[in-house]
């Protein structure tokens, strides 16, 4: 059997044909004539000294079995490396796909970001200097402008359009000045066209900073409903309430006039883009039809973090309009 063996590991030497099979069976080759030799020595045949060499057999399949394990090292060493390279090769070319994506979404986003900035740009000059203009161009037609409300109203155009530019900022402003001096100009607008605005103020705070951007929504959606007033409604009284809790900011547009469903032309346009406003600073916004009259009413609501009280101040800086700075200006009392 062990002859058989020895056969069998030849014959498997010979067939794979790679240096460490037929190390393999030189060395067995080798274990198997210094057995040979020690066996005829034992038996005393062809009177050779008696010196037994089996044991050298050993060495000779450590340094066979060192060889094949080395061999067998370099060659994961080659394949790791092999993989490697590889790998990186696979690596770059993903890192190059993702880096074009990248590219690609950048590009989308910067498509997407003058895409909107067009359309708040298309917003604020149809709620912002398109409401003055045509307030204008009504006053106007009615024969109730003299020149210097006209230049009044121009000038107004102008600060709209300041205003417009200053909401660029990141900074988050405080709404109520800027409130105050929108009522100051639309008190003057509608005096001159022979209408009445009453103006309510409920637990108004000293100070309110919302988010950027929302201050300008917040005066866009106002301008749009007492523009749609002035322009559709036909009414006599105009109502505008700003109702301020912990919570939320109300603020409500009630007018006498005819109401939607006799209103000889659409209002659509503006109202949409309330409606988007609304949407974009997280308030509900809703148009209500009375029997004598339309209601608009905005709810902003008010996160804690946004809110920013701060103590009266002793002196002020005067101001061209009688309306600038905090509740002071809201509620209409004039500097000294």
Same mark, same amino acid.
């Given at each position: 059997?062990?002859?058989?063996?020895?056969?069998?590991?030849?014959?498997?030497?010979?067939?794979?044909?790679?240096?460490?099979?037929?190390?393999?069976?030189?060395?067995?080759?080798?274990?198997?004539?210094?057995?040979?030799?020690?066996?005829?020595?034992?038996?005393g045949? !062809?009177?050779?000294?008696?010196?037994?060499?089996?044991?050298?057999a050993?060495?000779?399949?450590?340094?066979?079995?060192?060889?094949?394990?080395?061999?067998?090292?370099?060659?994961?060493?080659?394949?790791?490396?092999?993989?490697?390279?590889?790998?990186?090769?696979?690596?770059?070319?993903?890192?190059?796909?993702?880096?074009?994506?990248?590219?690609r979404?950048?590009?989308l986003?910067?498509?997407?970001?003058?895409t909107?900035?067009?359309?708040?740009?298309?917003?604020?000059?149809?709620?912002?200097?398109?409401?003055?203009?045509?307030?204008?161009?009504?006053?106007?037609?009615?024969?109730?402008?003299?020149?210097?409300?006209?230049?009044?109203?121009?000038?107004?155009?102008?600060?709209?359009?300041?205003?417009?530019?200053?909401?660029?900022? %990141?900074?988050?402003?405080?709404?109520? %000045?800027?409130?105050?001096?929108?009522?100051?100009?639309?008190?003057?607008?509608?005096?001159?066209?022979?209408?009445k605005?009453?103006?309510?103020?409920?637990?108004?705070p000293?100070?309110?900073?919302?988010? %950027?951007?929302?201050?300008?929504?917040?005066?866009? !959606?106002?301008?749009?409903?007492?523009?749609?007033?002035?322009?559709?409604?036909?009414?006599?009284?105009?109502?505008?309430?700003?109702?301020?809790?912990?919570?939320?900011?109300?603020?409500?547009?009630?007018?006498?006039?005819i109401?939607?469903?006799?209103?000889?032309?659409?209002?659509?346009?503006?109202l949409?883009?309330?409606?988007?406003?609304?949407?974009?600073?997280?308030?509900?916004?809703?148009?209500?039809?009375?029997?004598s009259?339309?209601?608009?009413?905005?709810?902003?609501?008010?996160?804690?973090?946004?809110?920013?009280?701060?103590? %009266?101040?002793?002196?002020a800086?005067p101001?061209?309009?009688?309306y600038h700075?905090?509740?002071?200006?809201?509620?209409?009392?004039?500097?000294?």
């Amino acid at each position: 059997s062990t002859l058989w063996s020895v056969l069998q590991l030849c014959r498997f030497g010979l067939r794979q044909r790679t240096w460490a099979s037929l190390a393999m069976g030189v060395a067995v080759a080798f274990a198997l004539t210094l057995s040979l030799h020690d066996f005829a020595v034992q038996e005393g045949w !062809m009177n050779l000294p008696e010196i037994y060499l089996m044991h050298l057999a050993i060495p000779s399949f450590l340094l066979v079995m060192a060889g094949v394990l080395s061999d067998r090292f370099l060659d994961s060493l080659r394949r790791v490396e092999s993989i490697n390279e590889d790998l990186a090769l696979r690596v770059a070319a993903r890192e190059h796909e993702i880096a074009h994506s990248y590219e690609r979404v950048r590009l989308l986003e910067r498509v997407n970001a003058a895409t909107e900035e067009r359309q708040r740009i298309m917003q604020d000059m149809h709620d912002g200097v398109g409401s003055l203009l045509l307030t204008t161009l009504v006053m106007v037609e009615c024969g109730s402008a003299t020149r210097e409300v006209t230049l009044a109203m121009l000038q107004d155009c102008m600060d709209d359009m300041r205003l417009a530019i200053e909401s660029l900022s %990141p900074d988050a402003p405080d709404l109520l %000045p800027v409130l105050g001096n929108f009522r100051f100009r639309m008190e003057a607008r509608f005096k001159a066209m022979g209408l009445k605005l009453r103006w309510h103020n409920r637990n108004m705070p000293d100070t309110l900073a919302l988010a %950027p951007h929302a201050g300008l929504h917040v005066l866009r !959606m106002l301008q749009e409903a007492l523009a749609n007033v002035l322009k559709h409604a036909r009414a006599t009284t105009v109502e505008v309430e700003l109702d301020f809790s912990a919570e939320a900011l109300r603020i409500s547009v009630v007018d006498d006039g005819i109401g939607f469903a006799n209103q000889a032309h659409s209002v659509g346009y503006g109202l949409n883009n309330m409606q988007v406003r609304a949407a974009k600073i997280g308030a509900s916004f809703k148009v209500e039809h009375l029997d004598s009259g339309t209601a608009v009413r905005l709810l902003i609501p008010l996160p804690d973090d946004l809110m920013h009280p701060t103590p %009266p101040v002793a002196a002020a800086t005067p101001d061209r309009s009688p309306y600038h700075g905090g509740t002071a200006g809201l509620h209409g009392v004039r500097a000294a």
